[in-house]
């Protein structure tokens, strides 16, 4: 018993050419087919000779790049009727371009529109060749054996580009985050200084409490439901010793008080009969308006807390903790500064004023 042969013979998709107003062109043309048709569009053609004649059309298109491109090519946006738009002649490689209104994109070797008299308004568009046997696709349109070099060419390119990029956004992102709890943990150590006579080791206590969240993430659910386990073998309370390490380090953060200063407790300084310590005094400050001698303030003013962290924020992201500090160090002249950048890490700042509610200790000032 003979089997017959039911396989049907693959179909060829017809020849196509490029026409300009109503007449052939003599460019073979054809429509970007799939997703790596469109991505790749000219670039896996050779620079001349044997892509010489060939069209390729791209629709949807508005805008086109030539990154990973060896030449340069013509590129023409049309409209939905196939009306030019726009012409970009020789746009050269690692170039975007773009047209308002653009529905389709043509590419074209270079110098073929100037050679076709293409312009503004003119009429492109696709009909069939009959000219050309549709089993035999025209060569100047074929894919060619450097198909695999562009691809990887393009891939690479992509790498080079796409990924250090990448890698600086997520590294910017924790940067902006780490830069927010930054200035919300410095907000409570001068709410916590404001409390205690401006005690410096209370303002870390809290500064280190509020950065928590920098050195382990909480889990949310936990966290409100009061159950978060905060001791010393939790996540929790090894992240409070992660950040109390840190804050307690005087090369990765600095705590200065700026206001009250050396020159207000010279001029407002107390003896406290309740601890036996020198403070400035916190009470009956409607009544005492005279500015002093030194600081120039009034008690008042000298009532003020003032505070500001640098803190040497650590980098993670490959080739960003590297490049960056490289860049910043032309830039930041302070010695601490230096340091911190030879650690891979950046230094961020914020700083917070609040009203004393506590005489201010004077042995606490210029800490």
Excluded at 38 to 59: E, I, N, T
Excluded at 157 to 181: D, I
Excluded at 335 to 354: F, K, M, S, W, Y
Aim: some cysteine; glycine content about 8%.
């Amino acid at each position: 018993m003979k089997l017959r042969n039911t396989t049907r013979p693959k179909l060829r998709a017809p020849a196509m050419r490029l026409v300009l107003d109503g007449a052939a062109t003599g460019l073979r043309a054809r429509d970007a087919r799939n997703f790596l048709d469109r991505a790749l569009g000219l670039l896996r053609a050779p620079p001349a000779g044997q892509w010489a004649g060939c069209a390729l059309r791209l629709r949807p298109c508005a805008a086109v790049h030539t990154f990973g491109m060896r030449h340069p090519i013509d590129v023409v946006f049309v409209d939905r009727h196939g009306t030019v738009l726009r012409i970009f002649p020789r746009l050269g490689p690692w170039r975007i371009a773009g047209a308002r209104r653009a529905v389709a994109a043509w590419e074209l070797p270079m110098g073929e529109a100037m050679r076709l008299g293409i312009e503004r308004g003119s009429r492109l568009d696709l009909e069939a060749d009959v000219a050309v046997e549709a089993a035999t696709p025209p060569p100047a349109c074929a894919a060619s054996r450097q198909d695999g070099v562009a691809l990887v060419e393009f891939l690479l390119a992509a790498v080079l580009v796409l990924l250090p990029l990448t890698f600086a956004t997520l590294e910017l992102a924790q940067l902006m985050v780490a830069r927010h709890a930054l200035g919300y943990a410095t907000f409570e150590a001068a709410r916590t200084g404001a409390l205690t006579g401006a005690s410096p080791s209370r303002m870390r206590a809290a500064l280190a409490r509020a950065l928590l969240p920098l050195f382990a993430p909480l889990d949310p659910v936990a966290t409100l439901r009061g159950t978060a386990d905060d001791s010393a073998g939790g996540s929790s309370g090894l992240a409070l010793a992660r950040a109390t390490t840190e804050v307690l380090r005087p090369d990765l953060t600095r705590l200065v008080i700026e206001n009250p200063t050396p020159a207000a407790a010279a001029d407002f300084a107390a003896m406290d009969d309740d601890t036996g310590r020198r403070v400035i005094p916190n009470d009956g400050l409607e009544f005492r308006n005279p500015r002093g001698a030194n600081s120039g303030q009034t008690l008042r003013e000298a009532n003020v807390l003032a505070i500001r962290v640098r803190y040497c924020r650590q980098l993670v992201m490959p080739g960003v903790r590297e490049f960056v500090p490289a860049i910043l160090r032309w830039n930041l002249s302070d010695p601490r500064d230096q340091a911190c950048l030879a650690q891979g890490r950046v230094p961020i700042e914020a700083t917070a004023v609040v009203h004393m509610q506590s005489p201010v200790e004077v042995d606490a000032l210029g800490s």
